[in-house]
């Protein structure tokens, strides 16, 4: 049985859907957890375990570059990229922020964000979490920074 | 390959096929691995008292029955890398710093390197501070002695540490405990730590040198016998009290 909690985000999930259906969600977006066969972090071969990010239906999120307005307020840092809204857990569907919160990784291993698309060419950009944005109860948005800028 | 380069530091050239990178900077692994030993050894059982006494719900229980390096690290753990892994507190984290100092007082180029080494505990609250920042203190007098001896008892049987990779290793400096720098936000918050700062001297050498380096000797002074025994027949003349750099007038 699934509360009235759980249906409202499988509405709003359906509703994030819709533009990836016609085909105007560009980026792929993937949560990438890397491990290490070495003695230390990142040393020895790296393995890779990619979970993508999606809304219903395996669509892609929306993923928004800063505009420059954003950037001249300093609402957004050069380099930023939001990735949202998605829907939290729900029961079939949504996407558990456990995943975000580094909770499920082993000591030694690394969790960041690839995104591929038009803007980031395959093989894809590596960004890293810059904020978690829970602050609404039926969407969670990503900030995120690349992980090669300080 | 062939090459008449000889060697820089704790590197050769030409640098063999290595298991792991580490192998490239001899040094950095052997101050890793000294500096987790010696805390781990000489406050471990320091630390299994003071987390006992730590009460439900902070952070740190779910360390109980861990030694006081959690995890390790080799590069500076700003929030830029912090927000990439997953570690254990408290984290030791050893590092080259900033702008190594080149020139030649002899023949031979030498570069003095500063390093960091940050020990941070996380985020404390301000009621643990008292006990937790004492055993910090504690933790940065235990680097200092372990850099002293260049050895520790349960790291690598005891073996003396450094020869062949720094002409020279003092501490410097010690930084804290307070918000750890390295581990610091805007407006000074931040996780809670302590620095200690190091220098060492490294030097290049030539493909037949054989023993073209060793510890400075003034860090033996103090030391128990069997330390200094160790030292026998290692040569320490050559960087004793090593000429300072130019001032750049």
Redesign the interface.
């Known amino acids: 049985m699934t509360s009235r909690a759980d249906r409202f985000r499988r509405i709003a999930d359906r509703c994030r859907a819709k533009p990836g259906q016609f085909g105007l969600r560009e980026h792929a977006v993937y949560l990438v957890r890397s491990s290490w066969s070495?003695?230390?972090?990142g040393?020895?071969t790296q393995e890779e375990t990619v979970v993508p990010i999606q809304v219903a239906h395996q669509q892609p999120p929306k993923v928004r570059f800063p505009s420059q307005r954003e950037l001249a307020l300093g609402m957004m840092g050069e380099g930023d990229l939001e990735i949202g809204p998605f829907t939290p857990n729900y029961g079939p569907g949504g996407f558990d922020r456990d995943d975000l919160n580094?909770s499920k990784?082993?000591?030694?291993?690394?969790?960041?964000i690839r995104v591929v698309g038009p803007q980031a060419p395959l093989p894809g950009v590596m960004y890293?979490?810059?904020n978690v944005n829970v602050d609404r109860a039926l969407r969670v948005t990503l900030v995120c920074?690349p992980?090669g800028?300080? | 390959m062939s090459s008449n380069y000889g060697g820089f530091g704790g590197t050769k050239f030409p640098a063999a096929q290595v298991a792991?990178?580490?192998e490239l900077d001899p040094g950095h692994k052997s101050l890793l691995g000294l500096l987790e030993t010696a805390i781990n050894s000489e406050l471990g059982d320091a630390w299994a008292s003071v987390l006992a006494r730590v009460r439900d719900g902070n952070f740190l229980k779910q360390y109980v029955g861990q030694k006081p390096v959690?995890?390790?690290?080799?590069f500076e753990p700003?929030e830029?890398q912090r927000?990439?892994?997953?570690?254990?507190f408290p984290l030791l984290a050893v590092y080259r710093e900033g702008e190594p100092e080149l020139w030649y007082p002899n023949q031979y180029l030498h570069q003095k390197q500063t390093w960091a080494v940050d020990w941070i505990l996380g985020p404390v609250q301000a009621d643990q501070i008292p006990q937790l920042g004492r055993f910090a203190i504690a933790v940065g007098r235990v680097i200092c002695r372990a850099i002293e001896y260049a050895r520790h008892l349960d790291y690598q049987e005891g073996v003396c540490q450094f020869q062949g990779e720094f002409a020279h290793i003092k501490p410097v400096s010690v930084n804290g405990p307070g918000v750890q720098r390295a581990a610091a936000e805007d407006a000074g918050s931040g996780y809670y730590g302590l620095t200690v700062i190091l220098e060492t001297w490294e030097r290049e050498h030539d493909e037949n040198d054989t023993d073209p380096y060793g510890i400075n000797a003034n860090y033996m002074i103090g030391a128990p016998v069997d330390t200094i025994e160790a030292f026998e027949g290692f040569d320490t003349t050559l960087e004793v009290d090593p000429p300072d750099p130019p001032s750049g007038d």
Do not use: I, Y
């Open positions: 070495g003695a230390s972090f040393e020895g580094g990784l082993v000591v030694g291993e690394t969790l960041l890293r979490f810059k920074k992980a800028v300080s | 792991s990178a580490s959690g995890s390790v690290c080799d700003t830029q927000t990439q892994f997953k570690a254990n």
